[in-house]
């Protein structure tokens, strides 16, 4: 809150966020170029040739191809929408990337591939992300540790595979019931 206004500019570009919901982070009224090219456009990192040029990189980057820059997010399924927000969110080439649920809202299909994305991604960038998530199997699959939290409050944390096999919380304990109970 002490920060200034162009301390807090330089903090935004270093950490991005990818939501659950990708259709309702995208403007619809944009075409897929221009979303993309917002954060490099704010950060002056791009502009002219080289700007569209960025975003045909990070088109790629993400599995879609440069001709998709022309289109809209409705034209785009739920697995798409997500790869254009992660390519909005790496445009910055940020240190920290926050997914809040990013696989939530797609089917167990579309979900291993944006993980493995999200995998790919965090080893060639040398990303920290920190991935929130109520599915123990997916931060099982994509985790290395994991800090349970309830009511706000963090209960157990360690290793994934530590909470996993031997939870100590009632909170981790009834997300690895949950995990069970609704397959």
């Known amino acids: 809150h002490q920060l200034g206004e162009r301390a807090m500019r330089r903090l935004r570009r270093r950490m991005q966020m990818i939501f659950q919901d990708p259709g309702g982070s995208l403007n619809e009224h944009m ?14 990192l791009a502009r002219g040739r080289r700007l569209r040029e960025r ?8 599995g879609l191809e440069e001709k998709d820059a022309t289109r809209r997010p409705h034209e785009f399924s739920g697995g798409q929408k997500q790869r254009i927000a992660i390519a909005r969110a790496i445009a910055t080439e940020p240190d920290l990337l ?16 944006i993980l493995e994305l999200l995998t790919d991604l ?27 939290m309830d009511q706000g409050c963090i209960v157990e944390q360690g290793l994934v595979a530590q909470i996993i096999h031997d939870p100590k919380s009632n909170a981790a304990r009834s997300l690895l019931a949950a995990r069970y109970t609704s397959t």
């Open 98 to 113: 926050v997914c809040d649920e990013p696989t939530s809202a797609l089917d167990v299909r579309v979900q291993a591939r």
């Open 55 to 62: 975003v045909a990189e990070l088109l790629e980057r993400v």
């Open 31 to 44: 075409r897929v170029g221009s979303i993309i090219a917002e954060p490099l456009q704010v950060h002056h």
């Open 122 to 148: 965090r080893q060639d960038l040398g990303l920290t992300i920190l991935f929130i998530s109520h599915d123990l199997a997916v931060v099982n699959q994509f985790c290395d540790e994991v800090i349970v």
